[in-house]
């Protein structure tokens, strides 16, 4: 059991101090990952952008790479460096847009660098000519996000242009879908059209077509032509399906949020509970405080509508959040000091989930799991050996 973000303490009996943590099961990570390599029968390039969706960027790299993970992806350059530094070998590709003076830290590191226009293009070759080393490009096609990329009625004079790269090697080419997760799937295979038009580009002149994927989770469940040559799922690697999409991959969460009860008390009738006095009870009550709040990512907008589980049952948070702190309003039943209390996860027959957890807090799985900050102390079980 590794866990991070805690200080350093000699004299410390238990891995972590503070109750509250996150619970990131690597076997379950690796299981999804194969679930959709085989489901796709093609190479999966992992994407591990903002601390891997939350989970701890280095552990889960370092985890599927043991596994045999072909590819990463990430947002940013300083990502790429920090797998390299903790010693990741597999290719990087860095999916974000670059900025010039960043273009010889990334041949420095061997990150593969996003190129959507034939200046990027020309940069990287003079950089990489300078330094006497070969840059690894992928391409960017904008079909339809607005986002980064060339667009796909002006991309022709950019694929010519690749061909005549020195120092450079053209390693892939590949485009993003903006409603992939879609019940209505027409947006996408729109973008898709254009895609296939782009490529038709490398049969017409003869050329080797490049590594071509396009697939982020929504496409990976929705739209198998979309498949190309590898995928890029993010938020379905972590076990979490986009809401509405048909959930044919087994996959299953790997995260779980923990905490413990740290207070108990009975409050009287309106006795109002935390800030601004928001919520109080017409009936005398117990209350329990748990040692978690906003200032870890456990959203304030959530106050009034999230649960928390407790020796199985679902009980509701009461009053305002606070920075480092909430409430729970658990009736007349007991609870105990150091009782476990499940932010996120199951507990028995219940469970709370990414999804509910992104209602209360009104936004998206997405935003929620990156959201819980790194204050929150993650605990990695079931490592896998190779
Ligand atoms: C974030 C991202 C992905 C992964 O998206 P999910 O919806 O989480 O699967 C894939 N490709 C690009 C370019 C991205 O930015």
């Given at each position: ?385 190779h």
């Open positions: 059991m590794l866990a991070i973000n805690q200080p350093t303490i000699a004299d410390a009996d238990d891995a972590v101090l503070r109750p509250t943590h996150l619970t990131i099961d690597l076997a379950i990570l690796a299981a999804n990952y194969k679930a959709i390599a085989a489901h796709v029968g093609r190479p999966v390039m992992l994407i591990l952008k903002a601390n891997a969706y939350g989970h701890g960027m280095i552990p889960v790299a370092q985890q599927m790479e043991a596994i045999g993970t072909p590819w990463f992806g990430v947002a940013y350059l300083e990502e790429g460096i920090m797998l390299r530094q903790a010693g990741i070998t597999a290719p990087i590709l860095v999916l974000g847009g670059i900025a010039g003076n960043q273009i010889r830290h990334f041949i420095a590191h061997d990150l593969t660098l996003t190129a959507s226009s034939i200046e990027k293009l020309n940069q990287i070759e003079d950089t990489a000519g300078a330094m006497g080393k070969q840059a690894h490009v992928h391409l960017k096609i904008d079909t339809g996000m607005e986002r980064i990329g060339v667009h796909y009625y002006s991309a022709r004079s950019l694929l010519a242009h690749s061909l005549t790269c020195q120092h450079t090697i053209i390693d892939g080419i590949y485009s993003h879908f903006a409603n992939a997760d879609a019940a209505d799937l027409t947006h996408a295979r729109l973008q898709l059209a254009r895609f296939n038009d782009v490529l038709a580009f490398y049969d017409e002149v003869g050329a080797v077509r490049p590594t071509v994927h396009m697939a982020n989770s929504g496409a990976i469940l929705q739209l198998p032509e979309a498949w190309f040559d590898m995928v890029r799922p993010g938020l379905l690697a972590y076990g979490v399906y986009p809401d509405g999409v048909p959930q044919t991959i087994p996959v299953h969460p790997a995260l779980s949020w923990q905490s413990q009860v740290v207070y108990f008390k009975v409050v009287r009738p309106h006795h109002p509970v935390s800030y601004g006095s928001a919520w109080q009870a017409d009936e005398m009550t117990r209350i329990v405080t748990i040692p978690v709040g906003y200032g870890d990512g456990y959203s304030r907008r959530m106050s009034g509508m999230a649960e928390v589980l407790i020796r199985g049952k679902r009980y509701p948070v009461v009053g305002r959040i606070c920075m480092d702190q909430m409430m729970v309003n658990i009736g007349w039943d007991t609870a105990y000091n150091g009782d476990p209390v499940t932010l996120l996860g199951c507990d028995g027959d219940e469970a709370i989930t990414v999804s509910q957890l992104a209602d209360w807090s009104d936004t998206i799985t997405w935003e929620l799991l990156t959201s819980i900050n790194t204050r929150v102390p993650r605990i990695y079980v079931n490592e896998i050996e």
